[in-house]
């Protein structure tokens, strides 16, 4: 499948990354960075460091906007990601120059030259697909699907007490992705929050070989930041949860297609995603054709198969 990552590298999105890679089925064919977990540039540089790292310095990477549409970015996560985005752990530079056009404008030509075929995943605030739709509004039909890490549709949030990260940071972007009439599926922390990494996957990864090993050093950053919540050394796999909702391989077992509209007020609940789950309430839930596929739940534990893919990155 013919993927375009849209992302804010992240060490979460560093794994997703590396699993996309290891996935023989997944032909990545653009990188987008975009602000969120740090500033967009740096985020362009860590995803081409870690193509560099993983031996695909000719996988392009586009640079995306660093404000988002109603604010300006103002810092990041530094707390959860470290103070370069990938918990301080500093990669041999890759050399590659970046692509011509912005996030936005690289995924437009993209779409337009493979019509029908591109699935997105965007694993960072959604500005660049917002600023996307408004550079063509045909957009929507000419991409196959996309895949969006973010949101709590029935869980509390993860930055205020209703909003996650990627949306509270562009509520306005996100607004709009799931307003735009393509087929979207939403994996919020419903689901990640659920999925986790613990002790024994990062002691492995770090005795793995070059590629894991760097991983595993990017993810004591996240662990030191996780152990506050669940008590214990480990980490949600936000990112990659979602990179397998794509692929397919982490296998959906409880989802729903509903309306979803974003809180874009000032209020306690800005950034929040409100999904139309009053239908639950009847013996037979209804589905929305036209909403967004919102994934409650995946049938097996996804660390086995993710460790296993890095591993063998
Ligand atoms: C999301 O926010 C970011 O910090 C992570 O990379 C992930 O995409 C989780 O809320
Ligand atoms: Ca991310």
Do not use: K
């Amino acid at each position: 499948m013919l993927v375009y990552l849209d992302c804010d590298p992240g060490i979460d999105d560093a794994l997703a990354l590396g699993y996309l890679l290891a996935h023989p089925d997944v032909e990545l064919a653009l990188i987008g960075s975009v602000s969120g977990n740090t500033d967009a540039a740096t985020a362009a540089a860590n995803a081409r460091d870690l193509l560099e790292l993983f031996g695909h310095p000719e996988i392009p990477v586009a640079v995306g906007r660093t404000d988002f549409l109603s604010h300006p970015y103002s810092g990041g996560a530094p707390h959860v990601h470290g103070n370069n985005g990938i918990g301080g752990v500093q990669l041999p530079g890759g050399a590659a120059p970046f692509a011509p056009g912005s996030a936005a404008e690289e995924l437009v030509g993209l779409a337009r030259s493979r019509p029908g075929e591109l699935h997105v995943l965007a694993i960072g605030p959604l500005t660049n697909l917002a600023v996307a739709l408004e550079i063509d509004p045909e957009l929507a039909s000419l991409v196959a699907d996309v895949v969006v890490m973010g949101g709590a549709a029935l869980a509390p949030g993860n930055v205020t007490a209703a909003a996650e990260a990627n949306i509270h940071n562009d509520p306005e972007a996100a607004a709009a992705v799931f307003a735009a009439g393509w087929d979207v599926t939403l994996v919020p922390l419903d689901a990640t929050m659920f999925q986790r990494f613990e002790q024994g996957d990062l002691d492995a990864l770090l005795a793995g070989g070059p590629r894991a090993a760097a991983l595993g050093r990017m993810l004591e950053t996240y662990y030191a930041f996780y152990t506050q919540h669940f008590g214990r050394p480990s980490s949600a796999l936000h990112d990659p949860l979602a990179a397998a909702v794509l692929t397919g391989e982490a296998v959906v077992s409880r989802a729903s297609r509903v309306p979803v509209v974003v809180d874009t007020g000032d209020g306690p609940g800005r950034g929040q995603t409100i999904a139309e789950l009053r239908g639950r309430y009847r013996p037979v839930a209804p589905e929305h054709p036209e909403g967004v596929r919102v994934v409650f739940d995946i049938a097996d534990p996804f660390a086995p198969q993710l460790l296993a893919r890095l591993l063998a990155l």
